[in-house]
């Protein structure tokens, strides 16, 4: 059975319902081909997913439009058993350059916190789930507690299709 081998917990400002998950190389590691944010972006509008991935990036929308969230992210040995409790779950693939992740708002600075997957210029597979925790507006602002997103990594064993990133080049790597 698979285990969890590192968890990072952060809080980031949700704005216009919109955070990114970002490796440290950002633009600078994502592989060719891969989508820019802002096309992550337009894909999310039309389409209406709430997580879309290429290389480096991961764009994500909330269900709700401005507050603070809480952000789990996860390294895992192996693929993490499924959880119930979670509104949303989507499971996906992303190249990282560097194998440095963190997640930040739209707008404003990211929190400073990262999570170190220890693999470069990998393929991991991302599950991500979201929930509302219940809590309305308390008088703070931005509000608190209102969402909370869950990233789990774990390696990819193969070669793997992801929607567009058809012209980067799969690495194949086995273990750390």
Not at 32 to 49: C, I, R, V
Not at 123 to 148: C, M, Q
């Amino acid at each position: 059975m698979a285990e969890r081998v590192v968890e990072l917990i952060d809080q980031v400002l949700v704005d216009h319902r919109e955070l990114m998950l970002l490796d440290w190389d950002g633009g600078n590691g994502q592989p060719e081909g891969g989508l820019s944010p802002f096309d992550l972006a337009d894909q999310a509008n039309s389409s209406g997913a709430w997580f879309l991935t290429s290389g480096n990036v991961a764009f994500i929308v909330g269900g709700h439009s401005f507050h603070k969230a809480t952000v789990v992210l996860e390294r895992w040995d192996g693929e993490p058993p499924q959880d119930e409790g979670w509104a949303k779950v989507v499971d996906a693939t992303m190249f990282l350059s560097s194998g440095v992740v963190y997640v930040t708002g739209t707008a404003g600075p990211p929190s400073g916190r990262m999570l170190n997957l220890q693999a470069r210029g990998q393929e991991w597979n991302v599950r991500a789930g979201v929930r509302s925790l219940g809590n309305g507006p308390t008088g703070e602002y931005p509000p608190d507690n209102i969402e909370e997103f869950r990233m789990q990594f774990w390696i990819c064993a193969g070669l793997i299709d992801s929607p567009g990133l058809e012209n980067v080049r799969r690495r194949r790597r086995r273990g750390l």
